[in-house]
């Protein structure tokens, strides 16, 4: 089992910042997907951005958000910039692909979700 540990989040204003994080229990070996996911109040939840195969952003975050991975501490990381009131949601970290465990294993896995709140 690979567990993702989400943290970051919170409150913010109109044109601010936050980072969220997400972090493996486990050595990934490599990774089938890796991205970011978000889910508003009576909406479907949406790709916001990944790096499994290259980088690829949503339309409506591109220009404002990062993303990034840091693979010897087993890592992720989302960069929001330049935050709107239509950004709110919880967002999700998920991976999916192998880690080590003494052996190689397959896994997917989602985060527990962080709220995101912004403020006009």
């Known amino acids: 089992q690979v567990q993702l540990v989400q943290s970051g989040g919170g409150l913010v204003q109109a044109g601010g910042s936050l980072r969220l994080s997400c972090a493996a229990s486990?050595?990934?070996?490599?990774?089938?997907?890796m991205g970011w996911y978000r889910q508003a109040p009576g909406q479907q939840r949406e790709l916001v951005a990944s790096?499994?195969?290259?980088?690829n952003y949503a339309d409506s975050v591109k220009g404002r958000f990062t993303i990034s991975r840091d693979n010897a501490k087993n890592t992720v990381s989302l960069q929001m910039n330049s935050l709107k009131p239509e950004d709110t949601a919880v967002y999700y970290c998920?991976?999916?692909?192998?880690?080590?465990?003494?052996?190689?294993?397959?896994?997917?896995?989602w985060g527990q979700g962080t709220q995101v709140t912004v403020s006009a």
């Open positions: 486990e050595r990934i070996v490599s990774t089938n997907v």
């Open positions: 790096i499994t195969d290259g980088v």
């Open positions: 998920h991976m999916a692909g192998t880690y080590s465990s003494g052996r190689n294993y397959p896994f997917y896995s």
